[in-house]
């Protein structure tokens, strides 16, 4: 049971880039799924999930109108696509799993705890 990040790179300001996180010997969508990331220096904080159900996905205002998270259950795998980037979303982003309520409104990011290894993010010109 393992998820696996991938899709990081060196980006310029203004560029795009898409991450994935695959899930291997369980159905990502048993779960809510969130991605979360960690700045050098910085604590890690969660950027984005999507929720087993219908409801909708969350971002924190730091990404809001920028990243969309999506999902794809025929390739188990969930999305998160990042526009418009700036040097201040550079940093190692996570996937992970958790038997956990995501929402419009956040959700609880402790209780994520199957994670998948990082995929390096860099912003810079």
């Known amino acids: 049971v393992q998820l696996q990040a991938s899709g990081g790179g060196l980006v310029q300001p203004g560029g795009s880039l898409r991450l994935s996180c695959a899930a291997s010997?369980?159905?990502?969508?048993?779960?809510?799924i969130g991605w979360f990331r960690q700045a050098p220096g910085k604590e890690r904080e969660g950027v984005s999930c999507?929720?087993?159900?219908?409801?909708?996905?969350y971002y924190a205002d730091s990404v809001k109108g920028r990243f969309t998270i999506s999902k794809n259950n025929a390739k188990n795998t969930v999305y998160l696509e990042m526009n418009n980037l700036k040097p201040e979303d550079t940093a190692v982003y996570y996937c992970?799993?958790?038997?956990?309520?995501?929402?419009?409104?956040?959700?609880?990011?402790?209780?994520?705890?199957?994670w998948g290894q990082g995929t390096l993010v860099t912003v810079s010109s």
């Open positions: 010997r369980f159905a990502l969508d048993a779960y809510a």
């Open positions: 999507i929720p087993r159900s219908d409801d909708s996905a």
């Open positions: 992970a799993a958790g038997d956990a309520h995501c929402g419009l409104y956040g959700t609880s990011w402790h209780l994520y705890t199957l």
